[in-house]
């Protein structure tokens, strides 16, 4: 039929607007790598990469003693977590964690609502301590506080807030220190609990890869949202004039989610999503490539179906009009089903948008979109790891020889959606070239985030 004929060519157009091919992704990857490079150059404003300096100059060594905690908020739920670090030998010798969701109230109430709650929680699971954890006489315990918004930090155990996003946007916390923030809510609960490190939730599966394997140079985060961090030579960093860390180098948090280059594929449906995003204008990257967009993405181009070529039918179906029903782990479903007729796309159109009798040419339509916004974002994930190989003179062979880098990565997106994994890893051999690649490690380092916090913790102790 002339609608059938009218959906292919819509398809068709589309994958050619979001083709990636090796040529745009080497443009790509050299916007990025300039980009770091002017990010770390000063604090303007105009600057598209934060380059957030963390204070974190020294990264585990596997020498880390005794008892640690960490708090990780970034996301729905989160994490408490406490470990007992045995040094060179006893590694790490018990680990207890529990997560708490966090009541949807709370993300949008006030600072000492959604802290007290917090601190109560955190207090709660301090007097379940097992017989395993052991704190020094004398000692106060210590703890590692993950916090996954855009923060400036000011040193290692403060910082203030950027702005929120995913969902929260608790009031008058813009601003203010973040640590202050839980410091005092512990106090009000009674708990005595020194905040030693605030980290980012990159930062803190750098530490915790770090720990593993001391060839990890860089960590990625591929969830809800996207970030990356690296570690930086400290001369290589004009704006930290003056701090110089006795190691020579710095973590450097990129807050790459805001990355934009004229060479990014960007069609009509990324622009109409960012729009109508409670942040229009910003975090042009991360709308290309993490969770919480790509299953949204994929939606307007389905109803963009229903509307020009009848993809469902004469009627468009409502539910098809409400923004973020499809998710990405519906996506990543669909993307992979291996029934030969497809039950898999057949019960999810139908779960999220009520649409059934879906022949099986539409749902091999469903499926080819599904991989067409799927793969953009693995390739570009990857072009941007490369960026920042490009950056550290990683992405050749240098004079000192072959040096192995490892790339930590960690998030949900990442973790389960393997069809994304391998395309990402394809784009970023490609990139290299085979000789360059064996010695790049991309290494699933899943709650690396939690362990690096304790970590850093430890490092960062107030005793040592
Ligand atoms: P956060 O980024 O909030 O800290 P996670 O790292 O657990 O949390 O990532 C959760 C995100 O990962 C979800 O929002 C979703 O977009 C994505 N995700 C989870 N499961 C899958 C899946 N099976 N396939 C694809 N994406 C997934
Ligand atoms: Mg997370």
């Known amino acids: 039929t002339t609608e059938w004929k009218r959906a292919e060519g819509i398809v068709k157009e589309l994958e050619r607007q979001c083709s990636t091919p090796i040529s745009r992704l080497?443009?790509?990857?050299?916007?990025?790598?300039?980009?770091?490079?002017?990010?770390?150059?000063?604090?303007?404003?105009?600057n598209l990469l934060k380059m957030v300096i963390s204070y974190v100059d020294t990264l585990p060594t596997g020498d880390e003693k005794g008892l640690f905690y960490a708090l990780d908020l970034g996301g729905t739920n989160f994490r408490v977590?406490?470990?007992?670090?045995?040094?060179?030998?006893?590694?790490?010798?018990?680990?207890?964690?529990?997560?708490?969701?966090?009541?949807?109230?709370?993300?949008?109430?006030?600072?000492?609502?959604?802290?007290?709650?917090?601190?109560?929680?955190?207090?709660?699971?301090?007097?379940?301590e097992g017989k395993n954890f052991y704190l020094e006489p004398g000692r106060q315990r210590e703890l590692g506080f993950?916090?996954?918004?855009?923060?400036?930090?000011?040193?290692?155990?403060?910082?203030?807030?950027?702005k929120w996003s995913k969902g929260f946007s608790v009031s008058e916390m813009v601003g203010k220190?973040?640590?202050?923030?839980?410091?005092?809510?512990?106090?009000?609960?009674?708990?005595?609990?020194?905040?030693?490190?605030?980290?980012?939730?990159?930062?803190?599966?750098?530490?915790?890869?770090?720990?593993?394997?001391?060839?990890?140079?860089?960590?990625?985060?591929?969830?809800?949202?996207?970030?990356?961090?690296?570690?930086?030579?400290?001369?290589?960093?004009?704006?930290?004039?003056?701090?110089?860390?006795?190691?020579?180098?710095?973590?450097?948090?990129?807050?790459?989610?805001?990355?934009?280059?004229?060479?990014?594929?960007?069609?009509?449906?990324?622009?109409?999503?960012?729009a109508e995003s409670i942040n229009p204008g910003d975090h042009i990257f991360e709308k290309l490539i993490s969770g919480m967009y790509l299953g949204e993405i994929v939606r307007r181009l389905l109803l963009k179906l229903a509307e020009d070529a009848a993809l469902f039918g004469d009627n468009i179906p409502s539910r098809l009009r409400e923004p973020y029903v499809l998710t990405t782990p519906n996506i990543s479903a669909m993307h992979q089903d291996t029934s030969p007729d497809l039950k898999v796309v057949e019960n999810t159109l139908k779960n999220v948008f009520g649409i059934s009798h879906i022949p099986l040419r539409t749902r091999k339509l469903v499926v080819e979109l599904c991989g067409i916004v799927a793969v953009r974002a693995a390739r570009l994930a990857g072009a941007g790891i490369v960026g920042i190989l490009k950056k550290l003179g990683r992405d050749v062979i240098g004079d000192t020889g072959k040096m192995r880098t490892v790339v930590?990565?960690?998030?949900?997106?990442?973790e389960h959606y393997s069809f994304f994994r391998q395309n990402m890893q394809s784009a970023v051999k490609e990139l290299l070239g085979s000789e360059v690649s064996e010695t790049v490690v991309l290494e699933l380092s899943s709650d690396g985030s939690g362990i690096g916090a304790t970590l850093l913790a430890a490092s960062n102790s107030r005793y040592s």
């Open 81 to 128: 977590l406490r470990v007992q670090l045995g040094g060179k030998e006893g590694r790490v010798i018990d680990k207890e964690f529990t997560e708490v969701t966090i009541p949807a109230n709370l993300m949008v109430g006030t600072e000492k609502e959604l802290f007290d709650y917090i601190a109560s929680e955190l207090a709660k699971f301090v007097t379940s």
């Open 177 to 274: 220190d973040v640590v202050v923030a839980l410091k005092e809510a512990m106090e009000r609960q009674g708990l005595d609990m020194h905040v030693s490190a605030l980290v980012n939730d990159t930062v803190g599966t750098l530490a915790g890869g770090r720990y593993r394997d001391e060839d990890v140079m860089i960590a990625v985060i591929l969830g809800t949202g996207t970030n990356a961090c690296y570690v930086e030579h400290a001369d290589a960093i004009p704006k930290c004039q003056g701090l110089l860390p006795k190691s020579g180098y710095m973590v450097i948090n990129t807050e790459w989610g805001n990355f934009w280059s004229s060479h990014l594929p960007v069609t009509e449906f990324d622009k109409a999503l960012d």
């Open 408 to 414: 930590a990565i960690d998030g949900g997106l990442y």
């Open 26 to 46: 080497r443009e790509v990857v050299d916007a990025m790598a300039e980009e770091l490079r002017v990010g770390l150059a000063s604090e303007a404003k105009s």
């Open 146 to 162: 993950t916090f996954s918004f855009p923060v400036h930090q000011t040193a290692i155990a403060s910082g203030t807030l950027i």
